[in-house]
């Protein structure tokens, strides 16, 4: 397997979902600034020219979330998912999507200081129902599907802490308590060096 990378893109996110499962794959580094996720050879890959990407043999995969969820069902032995057609399925699918579905476009209009015309005609709805949202997912202990950690809490806890990060949300008590669970996860804090400085106030 081969995952093109960027330590300044979501990318971040599946590094972490692959030191979780901790499996053998070639790190590629792709130097944004320097324009090479624009070069021929990786908009053949992905024409979205983005980060990150996932390739396995002929497989092509792309998007956060459908990274971290073919590889959580490819090393199924690592339980960083629920089993296919268990009870815990839906949930786990709805953390997934959630994630880049709904949260990240309100959070990303938001930030640009940008509010839909007719919210009711967007997938994502307003902020107001998006952070009700949050604050009803967001598990009071523990994870997202219970005791065990899964790839719901990589996507959607992973999402929680970017936008803590980069100041896009004022996270609740329950939220905060969350997110910092997240970080003292030690394949989250191998993979986010530049997250934890930014947390912290380092330079």
């Known amino acids: 397997m081969k995952h093109y990378f960027s330590a300044m893109s979501r990318g971040v996110t599946t590094d972490w979902m692959l030191k979780e499962l901790d499996v053998p794959h070639e790190q590629i580094i792709v130097d944004i600034a320097a324009g090479e996720n624009k070069s021929p050879e990786f908009r053949k890959i992905n024409p979205m020219e983005k980060l990150p990407v996932l ?3 002929e497989i092509v995969v792309t998007e956060v979330a459908a990274i971290c969820a073919y590889l959580a ?91 803590m990060t980069f100041n896009w949300i004022e996270a609740s008590p329950k939220v905060a308590a969350y997110v910092e669970r997240i970080r003292k996860r030690p394949a989250y804090r191998g993979t986010h060096e530049a997250f934890i400085n930014m947390s912290s106030g380092a330079n």
């Open 73 to 163: 069902d490819k090393f199924p032995e690592k339980g960083l998912a629920p089993e296919i057609g268990s009870a815990e399925r839906g949930a786990y699918y709805r953390y997934l999507f959630i994630a880049g579905n709904t949260l990240e476009p309100a959070f990303s209009l938001a930030a640009s200081g940008i509010e839909h015309p007719q919210p009711n005609s967007a997938g994502w709805g307003d902020m107001r129902r998006v952070l009700d949202t949050i604050e009803t997912m967001t598990p009071d202990v523990d994870w997202a599907l219970g005791e065990q950690f899964t790839t719901a809490d990589i996507v959607f806890g992973g999402l929680l802490d970017f936008s």
């Open 55 to 57: 390739v396995d043999g």
